[in-house]
């Protein structure tokens, strides 16, 4: 029996002093929390000042208030929460900084609206002129020369003006486009080329200007032919077999394929 009672109050004691273990580690996990939660608190307005100083940033440098020192400490402590708020909303870009290297969306859209203007001017102005009339005077050369002219557009390329040559000469009637050469100012030129390109670029040659297709009478005769002038030749319109036969003979020993890129230099007729 002795031994029962002995055991019991054992057993209550070890009772209480579990549930006194667990009450302070409750009390410990709770003052755990507490602090934890200061520290967020604490986080939080840390965060918030920053933002707030981060927003009152601005272009525009404030007028500094004189201070006439009749304000005391108290005072100054109560309108400084009053005060903020009205200087807060004079903050803004100061108007007088330059600021056009700045991206401006608006800026940049106007311009680029009159960049496009100003080409689809320039591309509606290239397109009459190459839709213009040009008389051009030419010669058939087959070792002396019969001149006529023919009526072309400033646009047209120098195959078609060939076709139109061919159609005024009876005995070219029979020979193909891709048999005839256009020479100008002793200067080959491709039949892709069109008359626009030389009279748009100012082209020359080695005797005369390639862009003047008039008539106009023969420079080298008429004045030192190393100057340059606005006088051109009337081109030569050959066959090809023909410039075969006779390329080592004058004038057909001057000619050269035209190269867009070579500089021909000075006009130097003998």
């Keep these: 029996m002795e031994d029962t009672l002995k055991k019991s109050t054992v057993g209550l004691v070890r ?15 709770a003052r755990e929390a ?3 939660n200061e520290l967020k608190d604490e986080q939080r307005k840390v965060k918030k000042r920053k933002k707030v100083a981060k927003s009152t940033l601005s272009f525009a440098i404030d007028d500094e208030e004189p201070d006439t020192g009749a304000d005391t400490p108290s005072s100054k402590g109560e309108d400084a929460d009053e005060e903020k708020p009205s200087k807060r909303s004079k903050l803004g870009k100061n108007p007088n900084v330059d600021t056009s290297f700045l991206p401006d969306r608006q800026r940049e859209e106007e311009e680029r609206r009159q960049r496009e203007e100003l080409r689809q001017e320039w591309l509606r102005k290239q397109e009459e002129m190459k839709n213009e009339d040009i008389e051009i ?6 070792g002396s020369g ?21 159609q005024q000469f009876p005995e070219l009637r029979g020979v193909s486009v891709d048999n005839l050469m256009y020479v100008k ?20 040659g080695k005797s005369g200007p390639l862009f003047n297709f008039d008539v106009h009478d023969d420079v080298r005769l008429l004045a030192d032919a190393s100057v340059e002038k606005d006088e051109s030749h009337a081109g030569k319109v050959v066959e ?12 057909a020993s001057r000619w050269e394929v035209y190269d867009p890129e070579k500089a021909y230099g000075k006009y130097t007729i003998a």
Excluded at 15 to 29: M, T
Excluded at 137 to 142: A, E, L, Q
Excluded at 146 to 166: M, N, P, Q, W, Y
Excluded at 240 to 247: F, M
């Design 240 to 251: 090809r077999s023909w410039y075969q036969r006779n390329k080592h003979i004058f004038p």
């Design 146 to 166: 019969h001149r006529k002219s023919v009526t072309c557009k400033k646009g047209d390329d120098i195959a078609t003006f060939l076709e139109k040559c061919r």
């Design 34 to 36: 507490a602090r934890t």
């Design 15 to 29: 009772l209480e002093e579990f549930q006194q273990r667990r009450k302070e580690l409750e009390e410990a996990k």
């Design 185 to 204: 100012e002793d200067l080959i030129i491709p039949a892709h080329y069109t008359f626009y390109d030389f009279i748009v670029n100012k082209a020359r």
């Design 137 to 142: 005077t030419y010669s058939y050369w087959d």
